[in-house]
């Protein structure tokens, strides 16, 4: 199926980190994507007054895959040691509607045709929705980096913006997949390492204490939250099977109940409506929002991580030079190699600091945007609600 | 059919207690046309086992014995009867109800009654504002050990005048509703009347209670069980005949009730009950009915869809109900987690904010809660009664289809003796004749009495039923009505609820700088 999204749509979706795309320096955007099969393929549109491109104006197909083969890239890249990457979009999720579609495959027969279509819709309505989200964050990640003052510049990823051939080709082919793959089953074990570094700076202490507690707890939050949706959205179901039955007792009522039973069955086909948009809206501003800061906190403790493996590189290059000089052999290169680590763990420290700071920033904004906006929301499905009850409990009454 | 074997008619106490809807050995009427006899006695019930028919021949016998046995019915009846054909207040009536071995009949239900006597009870019902509340209340557990069991107080007040005094209470346990039911029951059913279920009994949940464990789940199950025995009684008291029943009255009135034994789920009573009820089950199946009257069958489809709709409903409840506690548990486990969370941040606003934030959920899984209850108590509950009062119209149905049965059974036993009389008119044995064909003779009278009395049955339990189903459908219309007002106003409470508590938080959002 395909999906283009209105420019309306994309700007309250665009909410989790702020102040992207505002530079028209570098415009990008994904206006469209396919869904076929279980391969979505995203449009990916730039517009730009740089010069470093070849046009000012173009798209490029790309799946799921070329995003990730871009964000390795980049965090293999040494020069960019010291940056917090933007966390990796995560793969399209398409298996809690397709559970959805099974039950509702089995389940046929016990409905009737107007529950079916409902439910049906809803599960369209789910299906869409977990596409906008996919699209979102794979939006964002372009963003983020092309409103990097460094990572706008890197020529992956401009490759990525314009290569205008499948970038098949340049990705990791399978063995390098799996060369990252211990990279990572490295990297947590060294994560032990980042603990366990006897830190010198207080800043960095105080960040390296902070990330990990925080880590632990955002991702416990996000899973809560993820719960508390989905409990919304059973319900949202519940309402719809509510309403068909209520109107299946109305078709057959002959008394002055039908016209009480038709009202009743409206307005809890209306509230499921809202149920949903309640439902949809908590995910968008609470459980996406915790759910985006975890992945970026990860990126956070990866910038940590390489910065203790370069403290810990630089005092071995310390022991290394202290043995030379004991040893009387290959100082100068000993010395050099020092040098080179306390370079390396300056910049890295320098360019950290900078980028947590800006983290930090950049996450409270992001949170209060939306928790006045999930604030807002709530209240007014509330009023909408209880709009729509009166109503119904108005004319009831008057009956 | 010819039946043989008379038992005789069980007088001792013991063994009506055993009986439910079965044997109920009302005689017949008398001359119809007598005022002064205690006309009031119903017809009897076709016994639910298969062999019916075979009672029918004891009440022929002695209905002066029976009468005799009936006589403080008698007594009592008369000044009740003259209380309904009167239009004014009638004068308070000392109901004395007569000890358990004699069930009492009920009213007016012989033919020239029956019109008259339904009349004066809706001119009453519409003269009565209906003034009366019943409440269940103050639960409390009697006894130790599997014995124990739960006394609820039943509260009435009221200005009907057919009780003493304007408001008293009595103490009450389950099975005394279970017994109120199982003698309503066996009165009233089987002529057409649709008398409310019993609430369910419940062994697992009973047994919890029993054995002492004060938690969550078993306080559920009392307040479940107190919601369900108020709603039982306010239903049976709207029913303008169950009311003045005299087993009604002591049950709400006298402070001392003898224990309904019959009603335990494992006795000999209960386990009868369950063979009548599969025998009932076959009995229907096999009744093949001729439906001459089109208003019966597009009833009885009407419930059958209704049935079948309430049902489902009441599935999907059950579901909201259970995905609502749902959402009020994981409301409050994200509320802690925020709550961590918020301890965790280290930017001072933002960690208010998140604390706030976990407040404002915590709140808000109470009102999920309390919505919840309000979706089962109000709601769920709703459709549970009626899916089984439901089942008690379908029961009347069935009822009145077993009359019908036995009419035409009757029909065809005639239609047998007379060709058995027309044989022996051919016969050349004329010793024996004339002995036998005396004897036919006085069977074919019998029998000519019975089938008219038969189709009598069947008209009078097919008006009574129309009558029921109008005031059930007129009554079932309030009642949903009613609650589900209720219950929306629950639903727009909660609303504005949330949007008290988000009103709270957004300033605090806000701050966040």
Same mark, same amino acid.
């Given at each position: 199926m395909t999906s283009t999204l209105d420019e309306n749509n994309k700007e309250k979706m665009?909410?989790?980190?702020? !102040?992207?795309?505002?530079?028209?320096?570098l415009l990008i955007d994904i206006p469209d994507a396919l869904c076929e099969r279980d391969k979505v393929k995203f449009t990916v549109h730039t517009k730009t007054t740089?010069?470093?491109? +070849?046009?000012?104006e173009f798209s490029v197909p790309r799946q799921h895959e070329d995003f990730i083969w871009l964000h390795d890239t980049l965090v293999e890249t040494e020069d960019y040691a010291g940056l917090i990457i933007p966390p990796a979009p995560p793969k399209p999720d398409f298996e809690s509607p397709r559970e959805k579609m099974h039950k509702l495959g089995e389940g046929e027969a016990t409905m009737t045709k107007e529950e079916y279509a409902k439910m049906k819709q809803e599960l369209e309505a789910e299906y869409l929705a977990v596409f906008k989200k996919t699209v979102q964050v794979h939006e964002i990640f372009l963003q983020r980096l092309s409103s990097h003052p460094m990572l706008s510049k890197d020529r992956n990823f401009q490759i990525f913006l314009e290569? !205008? +051939?499948?970038l098949t080709v340049r990705r990791k082919n399978a063995k390098e997949m799996f060369g990252g793959f211990f990279k990572n089953m490295v990297k947590s074990a060294d994560e032990v390492l980042i603990s366990g570094v006897k830190e010198v700076d207080d800043f960095f202490e105080q960040e390296k204490t902070f990330l990990l507690d925080y880590y632990s707890k955002i991702k416990d939050s996000t899973a809560k939250a993820e719960k508390m949706t989905r409990a919304h959205k059973n319900i949202a179901d519940d309402y719809i099977h509510i309403s068909a039955t209520l109107n299946s007792i109305s078709t057959d009522d002959g008394t002055a109940n039908k016209k009480h039973l038709e009202k009743l069955s409206d307005l809890f086909e209306k509230l499921r409506k809202v149920e949903g948009r309640v439902a949809s809206d908590q995910e968008l501003k609470l459980t996406e929002l915790l759910r985006y800061y975890m992945r970026d906190i990860q990126a956070a403790k990866d910038l940590l991580y390489r910065r203790a493996r370069a403290l810990a590189d630089y005092e071995n290059s310390n022991k290394a030079l202290d043995k030379a000089r004991l040893k009387s052999k290959d100082i100068p290169q000993a010395e050099e190699h020092q040098q080179h680590c306390l370079q390396k763990f300056d910049k890295l420290s320098e360019s950290g600091k900078k980028e947590l700071t800006g983290f930090k920033g950049r996450r409270v904004v992001a949170f209060r945007k939306n928790l006045i906006e999930m604030a807002e929301l709530e209240i007014k499905h509330a009023k909408n609600n209880a709009t729509l009850l009166q109503g119904c409990i108005d004319l009831l009454k008057s009956n | 059919m010819a039946d043989t074997a008379r038992e005789p008619p $069980? %007088?001792? =106490?013991t063994d009506f207690e055993e009986l439910e809807d079965a044997e109920e050995l009302f005689p017949e009427p008398a %001359?119809?046309?007598?005022?002064?006899? $205690?006309? &009031?006695l119903p017809a009897e019930d076709i016994?639910?086992? &298969?062999?019916? $028919?075979?009672?029918?021949s004891l009440f022929d016998d002695d209905p002066e014995d029976l009468f005799a046995e009936a006589t403080e019915e008698v007594s009592l009846d008369s000044p009740e009867r003259d209380v309904l054909l009167s239009d004014g207040p009638s004068p308070a009536i000392t109901p004395i109800t007569p000890p358990l071995s004699v069930i009492t009949p009920c009213l007016g239900h012989d033919d020239m009654f029956t019109h008259s006597s339904f009349d004066e009870i809706e001119e009453e019902e519409l003269n009565d504002s209906f003034d009366m509340h019943i409440s269940v209340s103050d639960p409390e557990k009697v006894g130790d050990g599997m014995n124990a069991y739960m006394a609820y107080k039943v509260t009435t007040k009221t200005s /009907?005048? #057919?009780?003493?005094?304007d408001e008293f209470s009595v103490k009450r346990r389950f099975s005394d509703f279970l017994g109120l039911h199982s003698k309503l029951a066996s009165k009233y059913l089987h002529i057409g009347y649709i008398v409310p279920p019993a609430p369910e009994k419940s062994i697992v949940g009973m047994t919890k209670v029993k054995v002492g464990k004060e938690d969550q789940s078993s306080n559920e199950f009392v307040e479940k069980r107190r919601s369900a025995l108020e709603r039982y009684l306010l239903r049976t008291v709207k029913h303008p005949v169950l009311l003045k029943d005299p087993d009604v009255l002591q049950f709400l009135e006298s402070s001392d009730l003898p224990r309904a /034994? =019959?009603?335990?789920? #494992?006795?000999s009573a209960g386990l009868l009950r369950m063979v009548n009820k599969a025998a009932d089950a076959v009995n229907k199946m096999t009744i093949k009915m001729n439906e001459s009257d089109a208003w019966f069958e597009e009833k009885q489809q009407h419930f059958e869809n209704l049935d079948v709709q309430l049902r489902k409903l009441h599935a999907s409840v059950e579901s909201l109900v259970c995905h609502r506690k749902e959402l009020s548990v994981n409301t409050a486990q994200f509320a802690k987690s925020a709550a961590m969370l918020g301890n965790s941040e280290d930017h001072t606003a933002l960690s208010r904010a998140l604390s706030q934030l976990a407040e404002v959920e915590e709140k808000i899984d109470q009102l999920h809660q309390d919505q919840a209850n309000a979706d089962f108590y109000l709601f769920s509950e709703l459709l549970g009664d009626y899916v089984r009062l439901i089942a008690a119209v379908k029961g009347v149905f069935d009822h009145r289809m077993k009359t019908w049965q036995k009419w035409q059974d009757g029909q065809m036993l005639l239609q047998k003796k007379r060709e058995a009389e027309a044989k022996l008119q051919l016969n050349n044995k004329p010793d024996k004749l004339q002995q036998a064909k005396d004897e036919i003779k006085e069977e074919i009278e019998e029998l000519e009495a019975k089938v008219h009395q038969g189709e009598r049955d069947f008209e009078q339990i097919s008006k009574t039923i129309r009558k029921e189903v109008g005031r059930f459908e007129k009554e079932r219309v309030k009642d949903f009505k009613t609650i589900i007002i209720k219950y929306l106003e629950s639903l727009v409470q909660t609303q504005q609820q949330l949007i008290k508590y988000w009103d709270a938080f957004l300033p605090e959002a806000k701050a966040i700088s």
């Open positions: 665009r909410s989790v980190s702020v !102040d992207l795309n505002n530079d028209a320096s740089l010069s470093s491109f +070849q046009k000012p290569y !205008d +051939q499948d | $069980p %007088a001792e =106490s %001359a119809a046309d007598n005022e002064s006899e $205690p006309a &009031s016994s639910t086992n &298969s062999n019916g $028919p075979k009672q029918d /009907v005048s #057919l009780f003493k005094r /034994v =019959s009603t335990q789920a #494992l006795s």
